[in-house]
């Protein structure tokens, strides 16, 4: 993305040559002669950094700190004068500016305290995303994969997050979809950089352009200020957009035009900006449906589904219960205070034997509120809500018998040996060390279960 920059001078050459050795750095340099001037770009206008000259006719640059670093709280600002002191310098710093050019000043000069200013913003950006993870590590749910669709999905998440391509993860509502996404962009080259989420379904779709573009100064209604949105936001890191399918179609027409162009134009503006974004998007929706019924936009939906990241409902993945179940135990409690020991065998069954239709998300809530209401030592079927306690009576013992701890634990284990077999061609003695389990424990497995095959 250019860097866009505002240069404040009643000086015309100082201004003109100014703009001309930033046009050629890649800056987009826009001028204004006096703080008039300069207060009437701001407010059609955001600028990443102004460069403002401290003595001017009418209000001065020291009037004029205040006004900008207010209207543009985001913005570097850096202040110039031939008559500054080292007091002037200090007093232009406390009250907002980053720094202070003495003129005359060398173009390498201003070049040079740029370049630290912008990397001096990317440390602020990565510290201020560091702490945010660090928060959200603690609540966010975590990716396990002790089953097969799962283990084949963050397989494909893995090759996939080295490139920039656009991703689309499907798959109903609590899966985990921005867990995984997020996943895609922690194993991704832009890791370092920002994740930004947005809720196309949250947001007014009179809102929504403005959120994801940015808008002028008076563009609409309330709109007091300029403001950058979240394509800005993200540049140079990832864009999650999630439930694309409650996209508008005005604004599927524009966010096509993104993807290709890799340009946005912020409402109530006359220019472009480059952005450099990954975007990923997620939708519980079946979109091809929707395309069929042309209430989404076919080059829109074959733009964003370069790779496809199917999610699978947690009914399809009994086996990444046990896994979940024990995180979010250990959560609760020590959010709580609760010294509970754990989940009672016969819990564990019911809770692996349910159906799930809010998946990840409902078994979250589940554990959270059985912590809560637990009296036990270990939380016993009776926390549990009855549709998950007690079995339906449309469930035959043979649907509960599939989904029961026990086999399940056995069909995983079976699978896994097999796997392993087959992958030392049939050699126990290596099998039992993929597995990290003793040449006689894999023996007495194989007869257990049943497996053929010789070494």
């Known amino acids: 993305m250019s860097t866009r920059l505002l240069i404040i001078d009643d000086d015309e050459g100082l201004r003109d040559s100014l703009q001309l050795v930033l046009a050629a750095e890649g800056y987009e340099a826009l001028c204004a002669a006096d703080a008039e001037a300069a207060l009437e770009l701001i407010e059609q206008t955001s600028f990443d950094v102004v460069l403002c000259d401290l003595r001017m006719p009418g209000m001065d640059g020291m009037e004029l700190l205040p006004q900008i670093v207010r209207r543009l709280p985001e913005s570097t600002v850096l202040m110039m004068s031939a008559y500054g002191t080292e007091e002037l310098a200090i007093e232009a710093m406390q009250a907002g500016a980053y720094d202070y050019l003495a003129k005359p000043f060398q ?9 630290k200013a912008r990397e001096r913003e990317q440390l602020r950006r990565r510290t201020a995303l560091l702490e945010r993870d660090v928060q959200r590590a603690a609540s966010e749910r975590p990716i396990v994969a002790a089953s097969p669709p799962m283990i084949e999905l963050l397989d494909l998440i893995e090759r996939a997050a080295v490139y920039k391509t656009t991703v689309l993860l499907t798959g109903e509502s609590g899966t985990g979809k921005e867990v995984l996404a997020r996943a ?3 194993q991704s080259p832009r890791r370092g950089e920002a994740f930004v989420a947005v809720n196309c379904g949250a947001i007014p779709e009179n809102l929504l352009e403005s959120e994801l573009f940015g808008h002028a100064k008076g563009a609409f209604t309330g709109a007091d200020r300029a403001r950058r949105g979240l394509f800005v936001e993200a540049h140079e890191g990832t864009l999650f957009l999630d439930e694309i399918g409650e996209l508008p179609l005005s604004l599927q027409v524009k966010l096509l035009r993104v993807l290709q162009e890799e340009e ?5 503006e006359s220019k472009s900006r480059s952005v450099d974004v990954r975007v990923l998007a997620a939708t519980a929706r079946n979109l091809e449906a929707m395309v069929r019924e042309g209430s989404f936009r076919e080059d829109l939906y074959y733009r964003l589904n370069v790779v496809e990241l199917r999610v699978p409902p947690l009914r399809q993945r009994s086996e990444d219960i046990p896994l979940l179940v024990d995180h979010f135990f250990a959560r609760s409690c020590a959010e709580m205070g609760k010294p ?5 065998d016969d819990t564990l069954e019911r809770l692996i034997a ?3 239709p809010g998946n990840v998300r409902e078994l979250e809530n589940v554990i959270e509120r059985a912590v809560l209401l637990s009296d036990h030592e270990t939380i016993r079927p009776g926390a549990l809500p009855e549709a998950i306690s007690r079995p339906s009576p449309e469930t035959s013992p043979e649907d509960t018998q599939q989904f029961a701890l026990k086999p399940a634990r056995k069909r995983f284990e079976a699978g896994l040996i097999r796997e392993a077999l087959e992958a030392t061609h049939g050699n126990r003695t290596h099998a039992a ?3 990290e389990i003793s040449h006689r424990a894999l023996l007495y497995k194989i007869k257990e279960y049943g497996i053929a095959g010789e070494e």
């Open 264 to 268: 946005i134009r912020p409402v109530g």
């Open 433 to 435: 060390r993929l597995l």
């Open 354 to 356: 349910y159906h799930w």
């Open 184 to 186: 895609v962009h922690a």
């Open 340 to 344: 509970l020991r754990g989940v009672a």
């Open 107 to 115: 173009p390498s000069e201003l070049l040079l305290t740029l370049r």
